[in-house]
């Protein structure tokens, strides 16, 4: 091979190396995950997964659902209640404008689920009532209040368990959302108040860079 073969089959090679790359870039666009993106919507990733008690809780249909039934699917979990004056009602409306900025195929592998840290009051009954208002296809689980609190410890989400004694109590707890992989395990949080606008952009490229 004289040296022009050789700087042409060098050249080539290199051409085509770049043309590769920049097809696997094209390819990959929206699945490669950026922390400080994900950071700038909220979204923060946790550097391992935790595990998730399976605890078995009842959802507003009255089903016993368990969170190992729950795998599959991303899932975001909050902890709130259906009496909840203020953080509540805003989360959810605004978890319902997220939806609706979402592509088809991730609201399909995305479940916002409403766990009740007022079981006194959140029957299967009326948590189907109120999450009907919103329209936006969310599950909500109620059960043991000991059960519901072990759940939100494990996933970083506390709350302070209410005085069911007094009237009209309300209950302290946040507004952040525990991320939830199909695998099952704590991936991470969303904090509140959401940022749907910059949401609707990240979730995606969080959910398909797992395929």
Not at 45 to 58: A, M, S
Not at 137 to 156: K, S
């Amino acid at each position: 091979m004289t040296r022009i073969q050789k700087t042409v089959f060098i050249l080539v090679a290199l051409v085509a190396l770049v043309i590769g790359l920049t097809v696997y870039k094209v390819l990959n666009t929206g699945q490669q995950l950026d922390t400080a993106d994900l950071l700038d919507a909220g979204i923060v990733i946790l550097p391992q997964g935790r595990d998730v008690p399976d605890l078995t809780l009842t959802n507003q249909d009255g089903e016993a659902v368990s969170m190992e039934q729950l795998e599959g699917r991303w899932n975001l979990l909050f902890f709130g209640y259906t009496f909840c004056p203020d953080i509540c009602p805003a989360t959810l409306a605004e978890l319902r404008q997220l939806r609706g900025k979402l592509p088809e195929d991730i609201n399909q592998r995305l479940q916002p689920v409403l766990v009740s840290v007022d079981p006194e009051r959140d029957t299967p009954e009326q948590l189907k009532k109120y999450l009907d208002y919103f329209g936006a296809g969310f599950i909500g689980l109620t059960g043991p209040l000991n059960d519901i609190q072990t759940l939100a410890n494990a996933v970083g989400v506390p709350f302070i368990p209410a005085d069911t004694s007094k009237e009209n109590y309300t209950v302290d707890h946040g507004g952040n959302l525990a991320l939830i992989g199909p695998d099952g395990r704590l991936r991470g949080f969303v904090r509140g108040p959401l940022r749907t606008e910059k949401l609707a952009e990240q979730l995606p490229v969080l959910i398909r860079s797992e395929g």
